[in-house]
């Protein structure tokens, strides 16, 4: 496909054209075009070269001016303050670049892919085996599957991981448990599935946290318990795998109610890792990253200390030979550099882990596993709040259940669309509430840059008006609502016609779709596709308030605004699906 030519980018090639005729030292000279209130945009890139060239900025832009081809692309150009550039384009430009856009046969809006594409490898959603989900699994999850699908979209190769907690002490505590207890597993757990039967799994696991709080006999049980799993006792595995796929069913169901595709064979949990562990520690300890200290193999950092001031060490193995997270996280990175071949692989993680993945990756700097080519990112995230401004929990003063909140947003979100409703039968209401309610919850996500902690609140969340799902929702609906009113009459983009400022200020947005997606994409910031969606909405309410569609005042000017219309609404389809939300036709 070839992609289309951004108006931003037409305007730039015209301008360092200009520049260059009109200062030939500065023929690769940015002219540092950016959107602007005051035009359509502003360049301030010939303040520095003037100053450079020791010439009057403001000469030097009328000099600039006077080489500007203008007619096609730009219509005006005028030189503004000290030597800024203040430039509009022809409506002409703006409609026949739409026009493109809404041509592309693969249905990308002229989305380029990216020039060098190469093989990420993303670690997210990464719930605990016989853990209930809870509302600190919600981040990692929606921040993670929107990233996929916006490196994705720019034609990056894409790997999947979900590195479920799946090994260590509490499954030989857990398993210990159950043995020494069975009658505690409940006599009709082999018929129940899903939340169920993982609500039994978490009682039984806390109840064998307790136990191995206070009773050291069984907690020196359990730990021989954890031997036995690692040295791979029949009875314990096969305990153990009833565990992981009773699990698994479980995040299956919690996946598919937040709408998000989890495949079995990305999931590869601590134990995947197992086979790696002791080359991982031989490779460092002869290496010299990492040495034996107290009997623990550790790496040591300069500037890494404790509040007491000494070295804060990486413990890659413990003295009694038991591995940690070190270990498991070490080898990780090496099977997916040398197996995988990611050229970067993506952390999605509590910004509380912070400290710990700092001295991983920089252990695996120093092991040569991470280079320049290499690179290790963790896009670490904020907390959930409650409305309070306090970690989200329950009256009783426990994390709230996934499951829970993603309901309470379903049944919230089917209100509002039962009170809109005109025409929607019962079913098609509950499935209207669902993607209103899950949409809800994952753009009041998206929406806040992921480092920052945000507000939990459903009455915000599923509101009509405001930065939430619904308004974008509800505008995508509002112009089906058009297109369909408009019976034979189709869209048509007519590059004759003169725009009112609305439909200037629409188009010239929606034309700055595919530079959004390159820029959330290269950053991994969805809240960048969140922000540019809520303004086209915004734009567009404008527009619909301002400009009459199918009572326009010719034929041509229907047509046109039918077309502007529509391609709003496959941007605005286009971009939620960017973040995982879905665009109902009718609400």
Same mark, same amino acid.
């Given at each position: ?67 500007v081809?203008?007619?096609d ?61 809870? @509302? =600190? ?12 699908? %916006? +490196? $994705?979209?720019? /034609?990056?190769? &894409? ?38 039967a ?16 206070s ?20 009875h ?31 999931? @590869? =949990? ?10 991982t520690?031989? %490779? +460092? $300890?002869?290496? /010299?990253?990492? &040495? ?42 090496r ?39 290499v ?14 401004g ?40 509950a ?15 998206l ?32 112009i ?57 909405a ?34 605005l ?5 960017l973040?995982?939300i ?6």
């Amino acid at each position: 496909m070839a992609s289309v030519t951004s108006l931003t980018s037409a305007v730039h090639q015209r301008l360092a054209s200009a520049l260059s005729a009109a200062l030939p030292e500065a023929a690769d000279a940015d002219p540092l075009l950016r959107r602007s209130d005051r035009a359509d945009f502003q360049a301030n890139g010939i303040l520095a070269l003037a100053k450079k060239a020791k010439a009057n900025p403001r000469e030097l832009a009328t000099q600039v001016v006077g080489q500007v081809v203008t007619g096609d692309v730009i219509g005006t150009v005028e030189v503004s303050g000290p030597g800024f550039l203040n430039i509009t384009v022809t409506d002409k430009a703006i409609t026949e670049n739409l026009a493109a856009r809404a041509a592309d046969p693969e249905g990308r809006l002229g989305v380029p892919y990216t020039e060098r594409p190469g093989t990420t490898v993303i670690d997210y959603a990464q719930p605990n085996v016989a853990k209930e989900m809870h @509302v =600190g699994h919600l981040r990692s999850a929606v921040i993670g599957d929107s990233v996929v699908k %916006l +490196l $994705e979209f720019t /034609g990056e190769t &894409v790997i999947r991981r979900h590195h479920i907690g799946d090994w260590g002490t509490q499954f030989g505590m857990l398993i210990q448990y159950l043995d020494e207890h069975p009658h505690e597993l409940d006599h009709k757990a082999a018929e129940v599935t899903g939340e169920e039967a993982m609500s039994n799994l978490d009682r039984l696991y806390k109840a064998a946290r307790k136990l191995f709080d206070s009773d050291e006999e069984f907690k020196t049980r359990a730990r021989r318990r954890v031997v036995d799993l690692q040295a791979g006792d029949p009875h314990t595995l096969a305990m153990w795998q009833k565990f992981v796929d009773e699990s698994k069913i479980y995040f299956f169901s919690v996946f598919e109610k937040l709408d998000m595709e989890i495949r079995d064979p990305d999931i @590869v =949990g601590e134990s995947g890792y197992n086979d790696m562990l002791a080359e991982t520690c031989r %490779l +460092l $300890e002869e290496s /010299g990253v990492a &040495v034996r200290s107290e009997g623990a193999l550790c790496v040591f950092f300069d500037d890494i200390k404790g509040p007491d001031g000494k070295p804060v060490p990486l413990i890659v193995q413990k003295s009694d030979g038991g591995y940690g997270y070190a270990a498991t996280d070490l080898s990780a990175i090496r099977d997916r550099v040398f197996n995988l071949k990611a050229n970067s692989i993506i952390y999605v993680v509590d910004a509380r882990q912070s400290l710990h993945f700092k001295m991983v990756f920089e252990t695996a700097r120093r092991a040569g596993w991470l280079n320049d080519d290499v690179k290790a990112y963790q896009l670490a995230f904020g907390t959930v709040l409650g409305k309070d401004g306090k970690p989200f929990k329950t009256r009783e003063g426990e994390t709230v259940r996934l499951v829970d909140l993603l309901d309470e947003a379903i049944d919230r979100a089917s209100s509002v669309v039962r009170e809109k409703a005109q025409d929607l039968s019962e079913e098609e209401i509950a499935e209207r509430g669902a993607q209103v309610g899950i949409g809800a919850v994952k753009y009041a996500d998206l929406s806040t840059s992921a480092n920052r902690d945000y507000k939990f609140d459903l009455d915000q969340m599923v509101s009509l008006n405001g930065d939430t799902s619904v308004y974008l929702q509800y505008a995508y609906a509002r112009i089906q609502s058009i297109l369909r009113k408009a019976g034979d009459v189709r869209p048509s983009a007519h590059p004759e016609l003169a725009l009112t400022d609305a439909e200037r200020a629409l188009g010239l947005h929606v034309d700055a779709f595919a530079e959004t997606v390159a820029e959330a994409a290269a950053e991994y910031a969805p809240h960048k596709m969140a922000a540019y969606l809520y303004q086209l909405a915004s734009l567009y309410t404008s527009f619909y308030d301002k400009c009459p569609v199918l009572k326009a005042e010719t034929p041509e000017q229907v047509e046109n605004r039918l077309f502007l219309c529509d391609v709003t609404a496959r941007t605005l389809h286009e971009g939620m699906a960017l973040l995982g939300i879905r665009t109902p036709e009718r609400l």
